[in-house]
């Protein structure tokens, strides 16, 4: 199982995801839900706690860089 | 032994191809047990050694040569694999830290990580490469890593922030020890601070302000409630009273009601008598006055009307009387009147006569006066010429003319003696008398003797004419009496 099935996966944000410091996102994986440790795709993006991202890109082993997802 | 033998024997011959075929069976059971590794949810299974599939790749198709099994069975080769379990269980390590705040405040901190070996591959090949034989000392490894982060995470921390932001200190948290824990392949699931212990007592003192706004709250409210209590209490005791005070009053005005009713009952027959009497004694008294109306009418009749008549009558012979005494009177004046100016004209002449007696008569004395003055100058002359010639005898004659005189002078003496005391009797009295007596002899010798020897020794006649103006006097205040 790659990591790289991380991409397009629909999480949340558990800790405030901003430029400089490390969120946190909860990504349902494996059959349960694991926390990946999270940073702005574009760099500049501010996410607070509870708003739905998208995995954008993921990094080995557990960081994902996500933007926020605004629905279909 | 010897049963068993004897119960193959027992076996027909016809059944050995199928006893082996199970005992081969079970062998092969055995044997696959043996074989056969089950990976339980919490552990994964690290196996090495002969693999053709599913050893782990990276991106770039590079291996380890291992195979991971999680949640399902695998097939080992006993000898040429070797299986090793990695628990993925939750780890827990206890941090105690002295360490200082962004404050500078030293603090000691007790605290607790949480964590676990990664689910992903990649975490659970770094944690197999790390701990897999050290899987008890892993604690104290994560201890002693964990330290050192929790020191610079409350180093960049105030104390204020620690106790209530959870959020930075995750945070804090996932910075400062996310790239580390991945190394070793663990997540990090919670760190929590269970004590934060200050010996400045940074934190207590944190907590007085509060404490203190919170206890004078709470007196303000004490006291208000008290008040507001106390205040309705005392409300309530003066409505109380109030009450009480109306009830008494109306209580009284009740009792004094029946009072009144009840004296006025018991005073009823009194009253009734009183007024019966009443009205006894109001006939009694017109009774009363019609007999003495009718008593004053007879008085009236027999005595005030006689007695009118008579006063009258006597008024009327009062009168008469009166009249008669004036007319009297008048007469008796006018008589009196009459006779006291007949006596008048009577004095009048009387008077008028005497007068000219009396006239007469002091002509005729003084006449007599003059006559005889002139003759006793010519005696007095004749007597101062005598003088000259013989002055003793004319001494003498004067003194035998006053001795009356002298002698009473000396008796006078007596006068004023209310009681003579004579010791001697009649012959004192005597005695006495003759004193007086010899006394004005005395006097009469003593002044012989004084006259005498001027009349021998002066022979001027000044003292004749002194003695013949005394002799004069003397003659003159005689004649006066």
Not at chain 1, 30 to 48: M, N, T, W
């Amino acid at each position: 199982m790659a990591i790289s099935s991380l991409i397009g996966k629909i999480g949340r944000v558990t800790g405030q995801v901003a430029p400089g410091i490390t969120g946190e996102v909860t990504l349902s994986v494996r059959g349960g839900s694991e926390a990946f440790f999270a940073h702005p795709y574009d760099g500049q993006e501010v996410i607070l706690k509870g708003i739905q991202v998208l995995v954008v890109e993921s990094a080995e082993p557990r960081t994902v860089y996500v933007t926020a997802f605004t629905g279909y | 032994m010897n049963a068993a033998i004897s119960q193959l024997a027992k076996i027909p011959v016809f059944a050995y191809p199928v006893i082996g075929v199970v005992a081969i069976i079970i062998v092969l059971i055995l044997l696959f047990k043996a074989m056969w590794r089950v990976a339980e949810p919490n552990e994964a299974l690290i196996i090495s050694g002969l693999s053709k599939k599913g050893t782990v790749k990276d991106s770039t198709g590079d291996e380890m040569g291992f195979r991971i099994v999680t949640g399902k069975g695998t097939l080992v080769l006993p000898g040429v694999q070797a299986v090793r379990r990695l628990s993925l269980d939750l780890h827990q390590a206890d941090l105690v830290v002295d360490c200082v705040t962004a404050q500078g405040i030293p603090v000691h901190v007790q605290g607790t990580v949480i964590y676990k070996i990664g689910d992903d591959p990649t975490s659970i090949t770094n944690a197999a490469r790390r701990f897999l034989d050290q899987q008890d000392k892993m604690d104290q490894r994560v201890h002693n890593v964990f330290a050192g982060h929790l020191r610079s995470i409350v180093g960049s921390m105030t104390v204020e922030d620690m106790i209530r932001d959870r959020e930075q200190l995750t945070t804090k948290t996932r910075d400062a020890s996310g790239t580390e824990m991945v190394k070793l392949g663990l997540v990090v699931d919670s760190l929590q601070i269970q004590e934060i212990d200050d010996p400045t007592g940074y934190i207590a003192n944190l907590a007085k302000p509060h404490t203190a706004a919170v206890q004078s709250a709470a007196r303000i409210a004490q006291a208000d409630a008290d008040r507001e209590a106390t205040q309705r209490e005392q409300e309530a005791n003066a409505l109380k009273a109030e009450a009480e005070r109306d009830s008494a009053i109306k209580q009284a005005g009740f009792q004094a009601e029946r009072d009144r009713a009840q004296q006025e009952a018991a005073q009823a027959g009194p009253l009734a008598e009183a007024q019966a009497r009443q009205a006894v004694v109001e006939q009694e008294t017109r009774a009363a006055e019609l007999e003495a109306g009718r008593e004053q009418q007879r008085l009236v009749a027999s005595v005030i009307r006689p007695a009118e008549a008579k006063r009258d009558a006597d008024i009327a012979a009062a009168e008469a009387t009166s009249r008669v005494a004036e007319l009297t009177a008048q007469g008796n004046a006018k008589r009196i009147t009459l006779a006291a100016e007949a006596e008048a004209a009577a004095t009048r002449l009387t008077g008028q006569a005497e007068a000219d007696a009396t006239e007469a008569k002091g002509k005729a004395e003084g006449a007599a006066i003059e006559a005889r003055g002139l003759a006793e100058a010519a005696a007095i002359k004749a007597r101062a010429e005598a003088l000259a010639t013989n002055p003793e005898a004319v001494a003498m004659q004067q003194l035998a003319e006053n001795w009356a005189d002298i002698v009473g002078q000396a008796a006078s003496a007596f006068a004023h003696v209310d009681n003579f005391t004579v010791l001697n009797g009649a012959e004192g009295v005597n005695g006495a008398l003759m004193q007086v007596a010899s006394t004005g002899m005395a006097g009469f010798e003593l002044l012989r003797g004084m006259f005498m020897p001027k009349a021998v020794a002066a022979a001027a006649p000044t003292p004749a004419p002194d003695a013949a103006t005394a002799g004069a006097d003397t003659t003159g205040g005689t004649d006066g009496h």
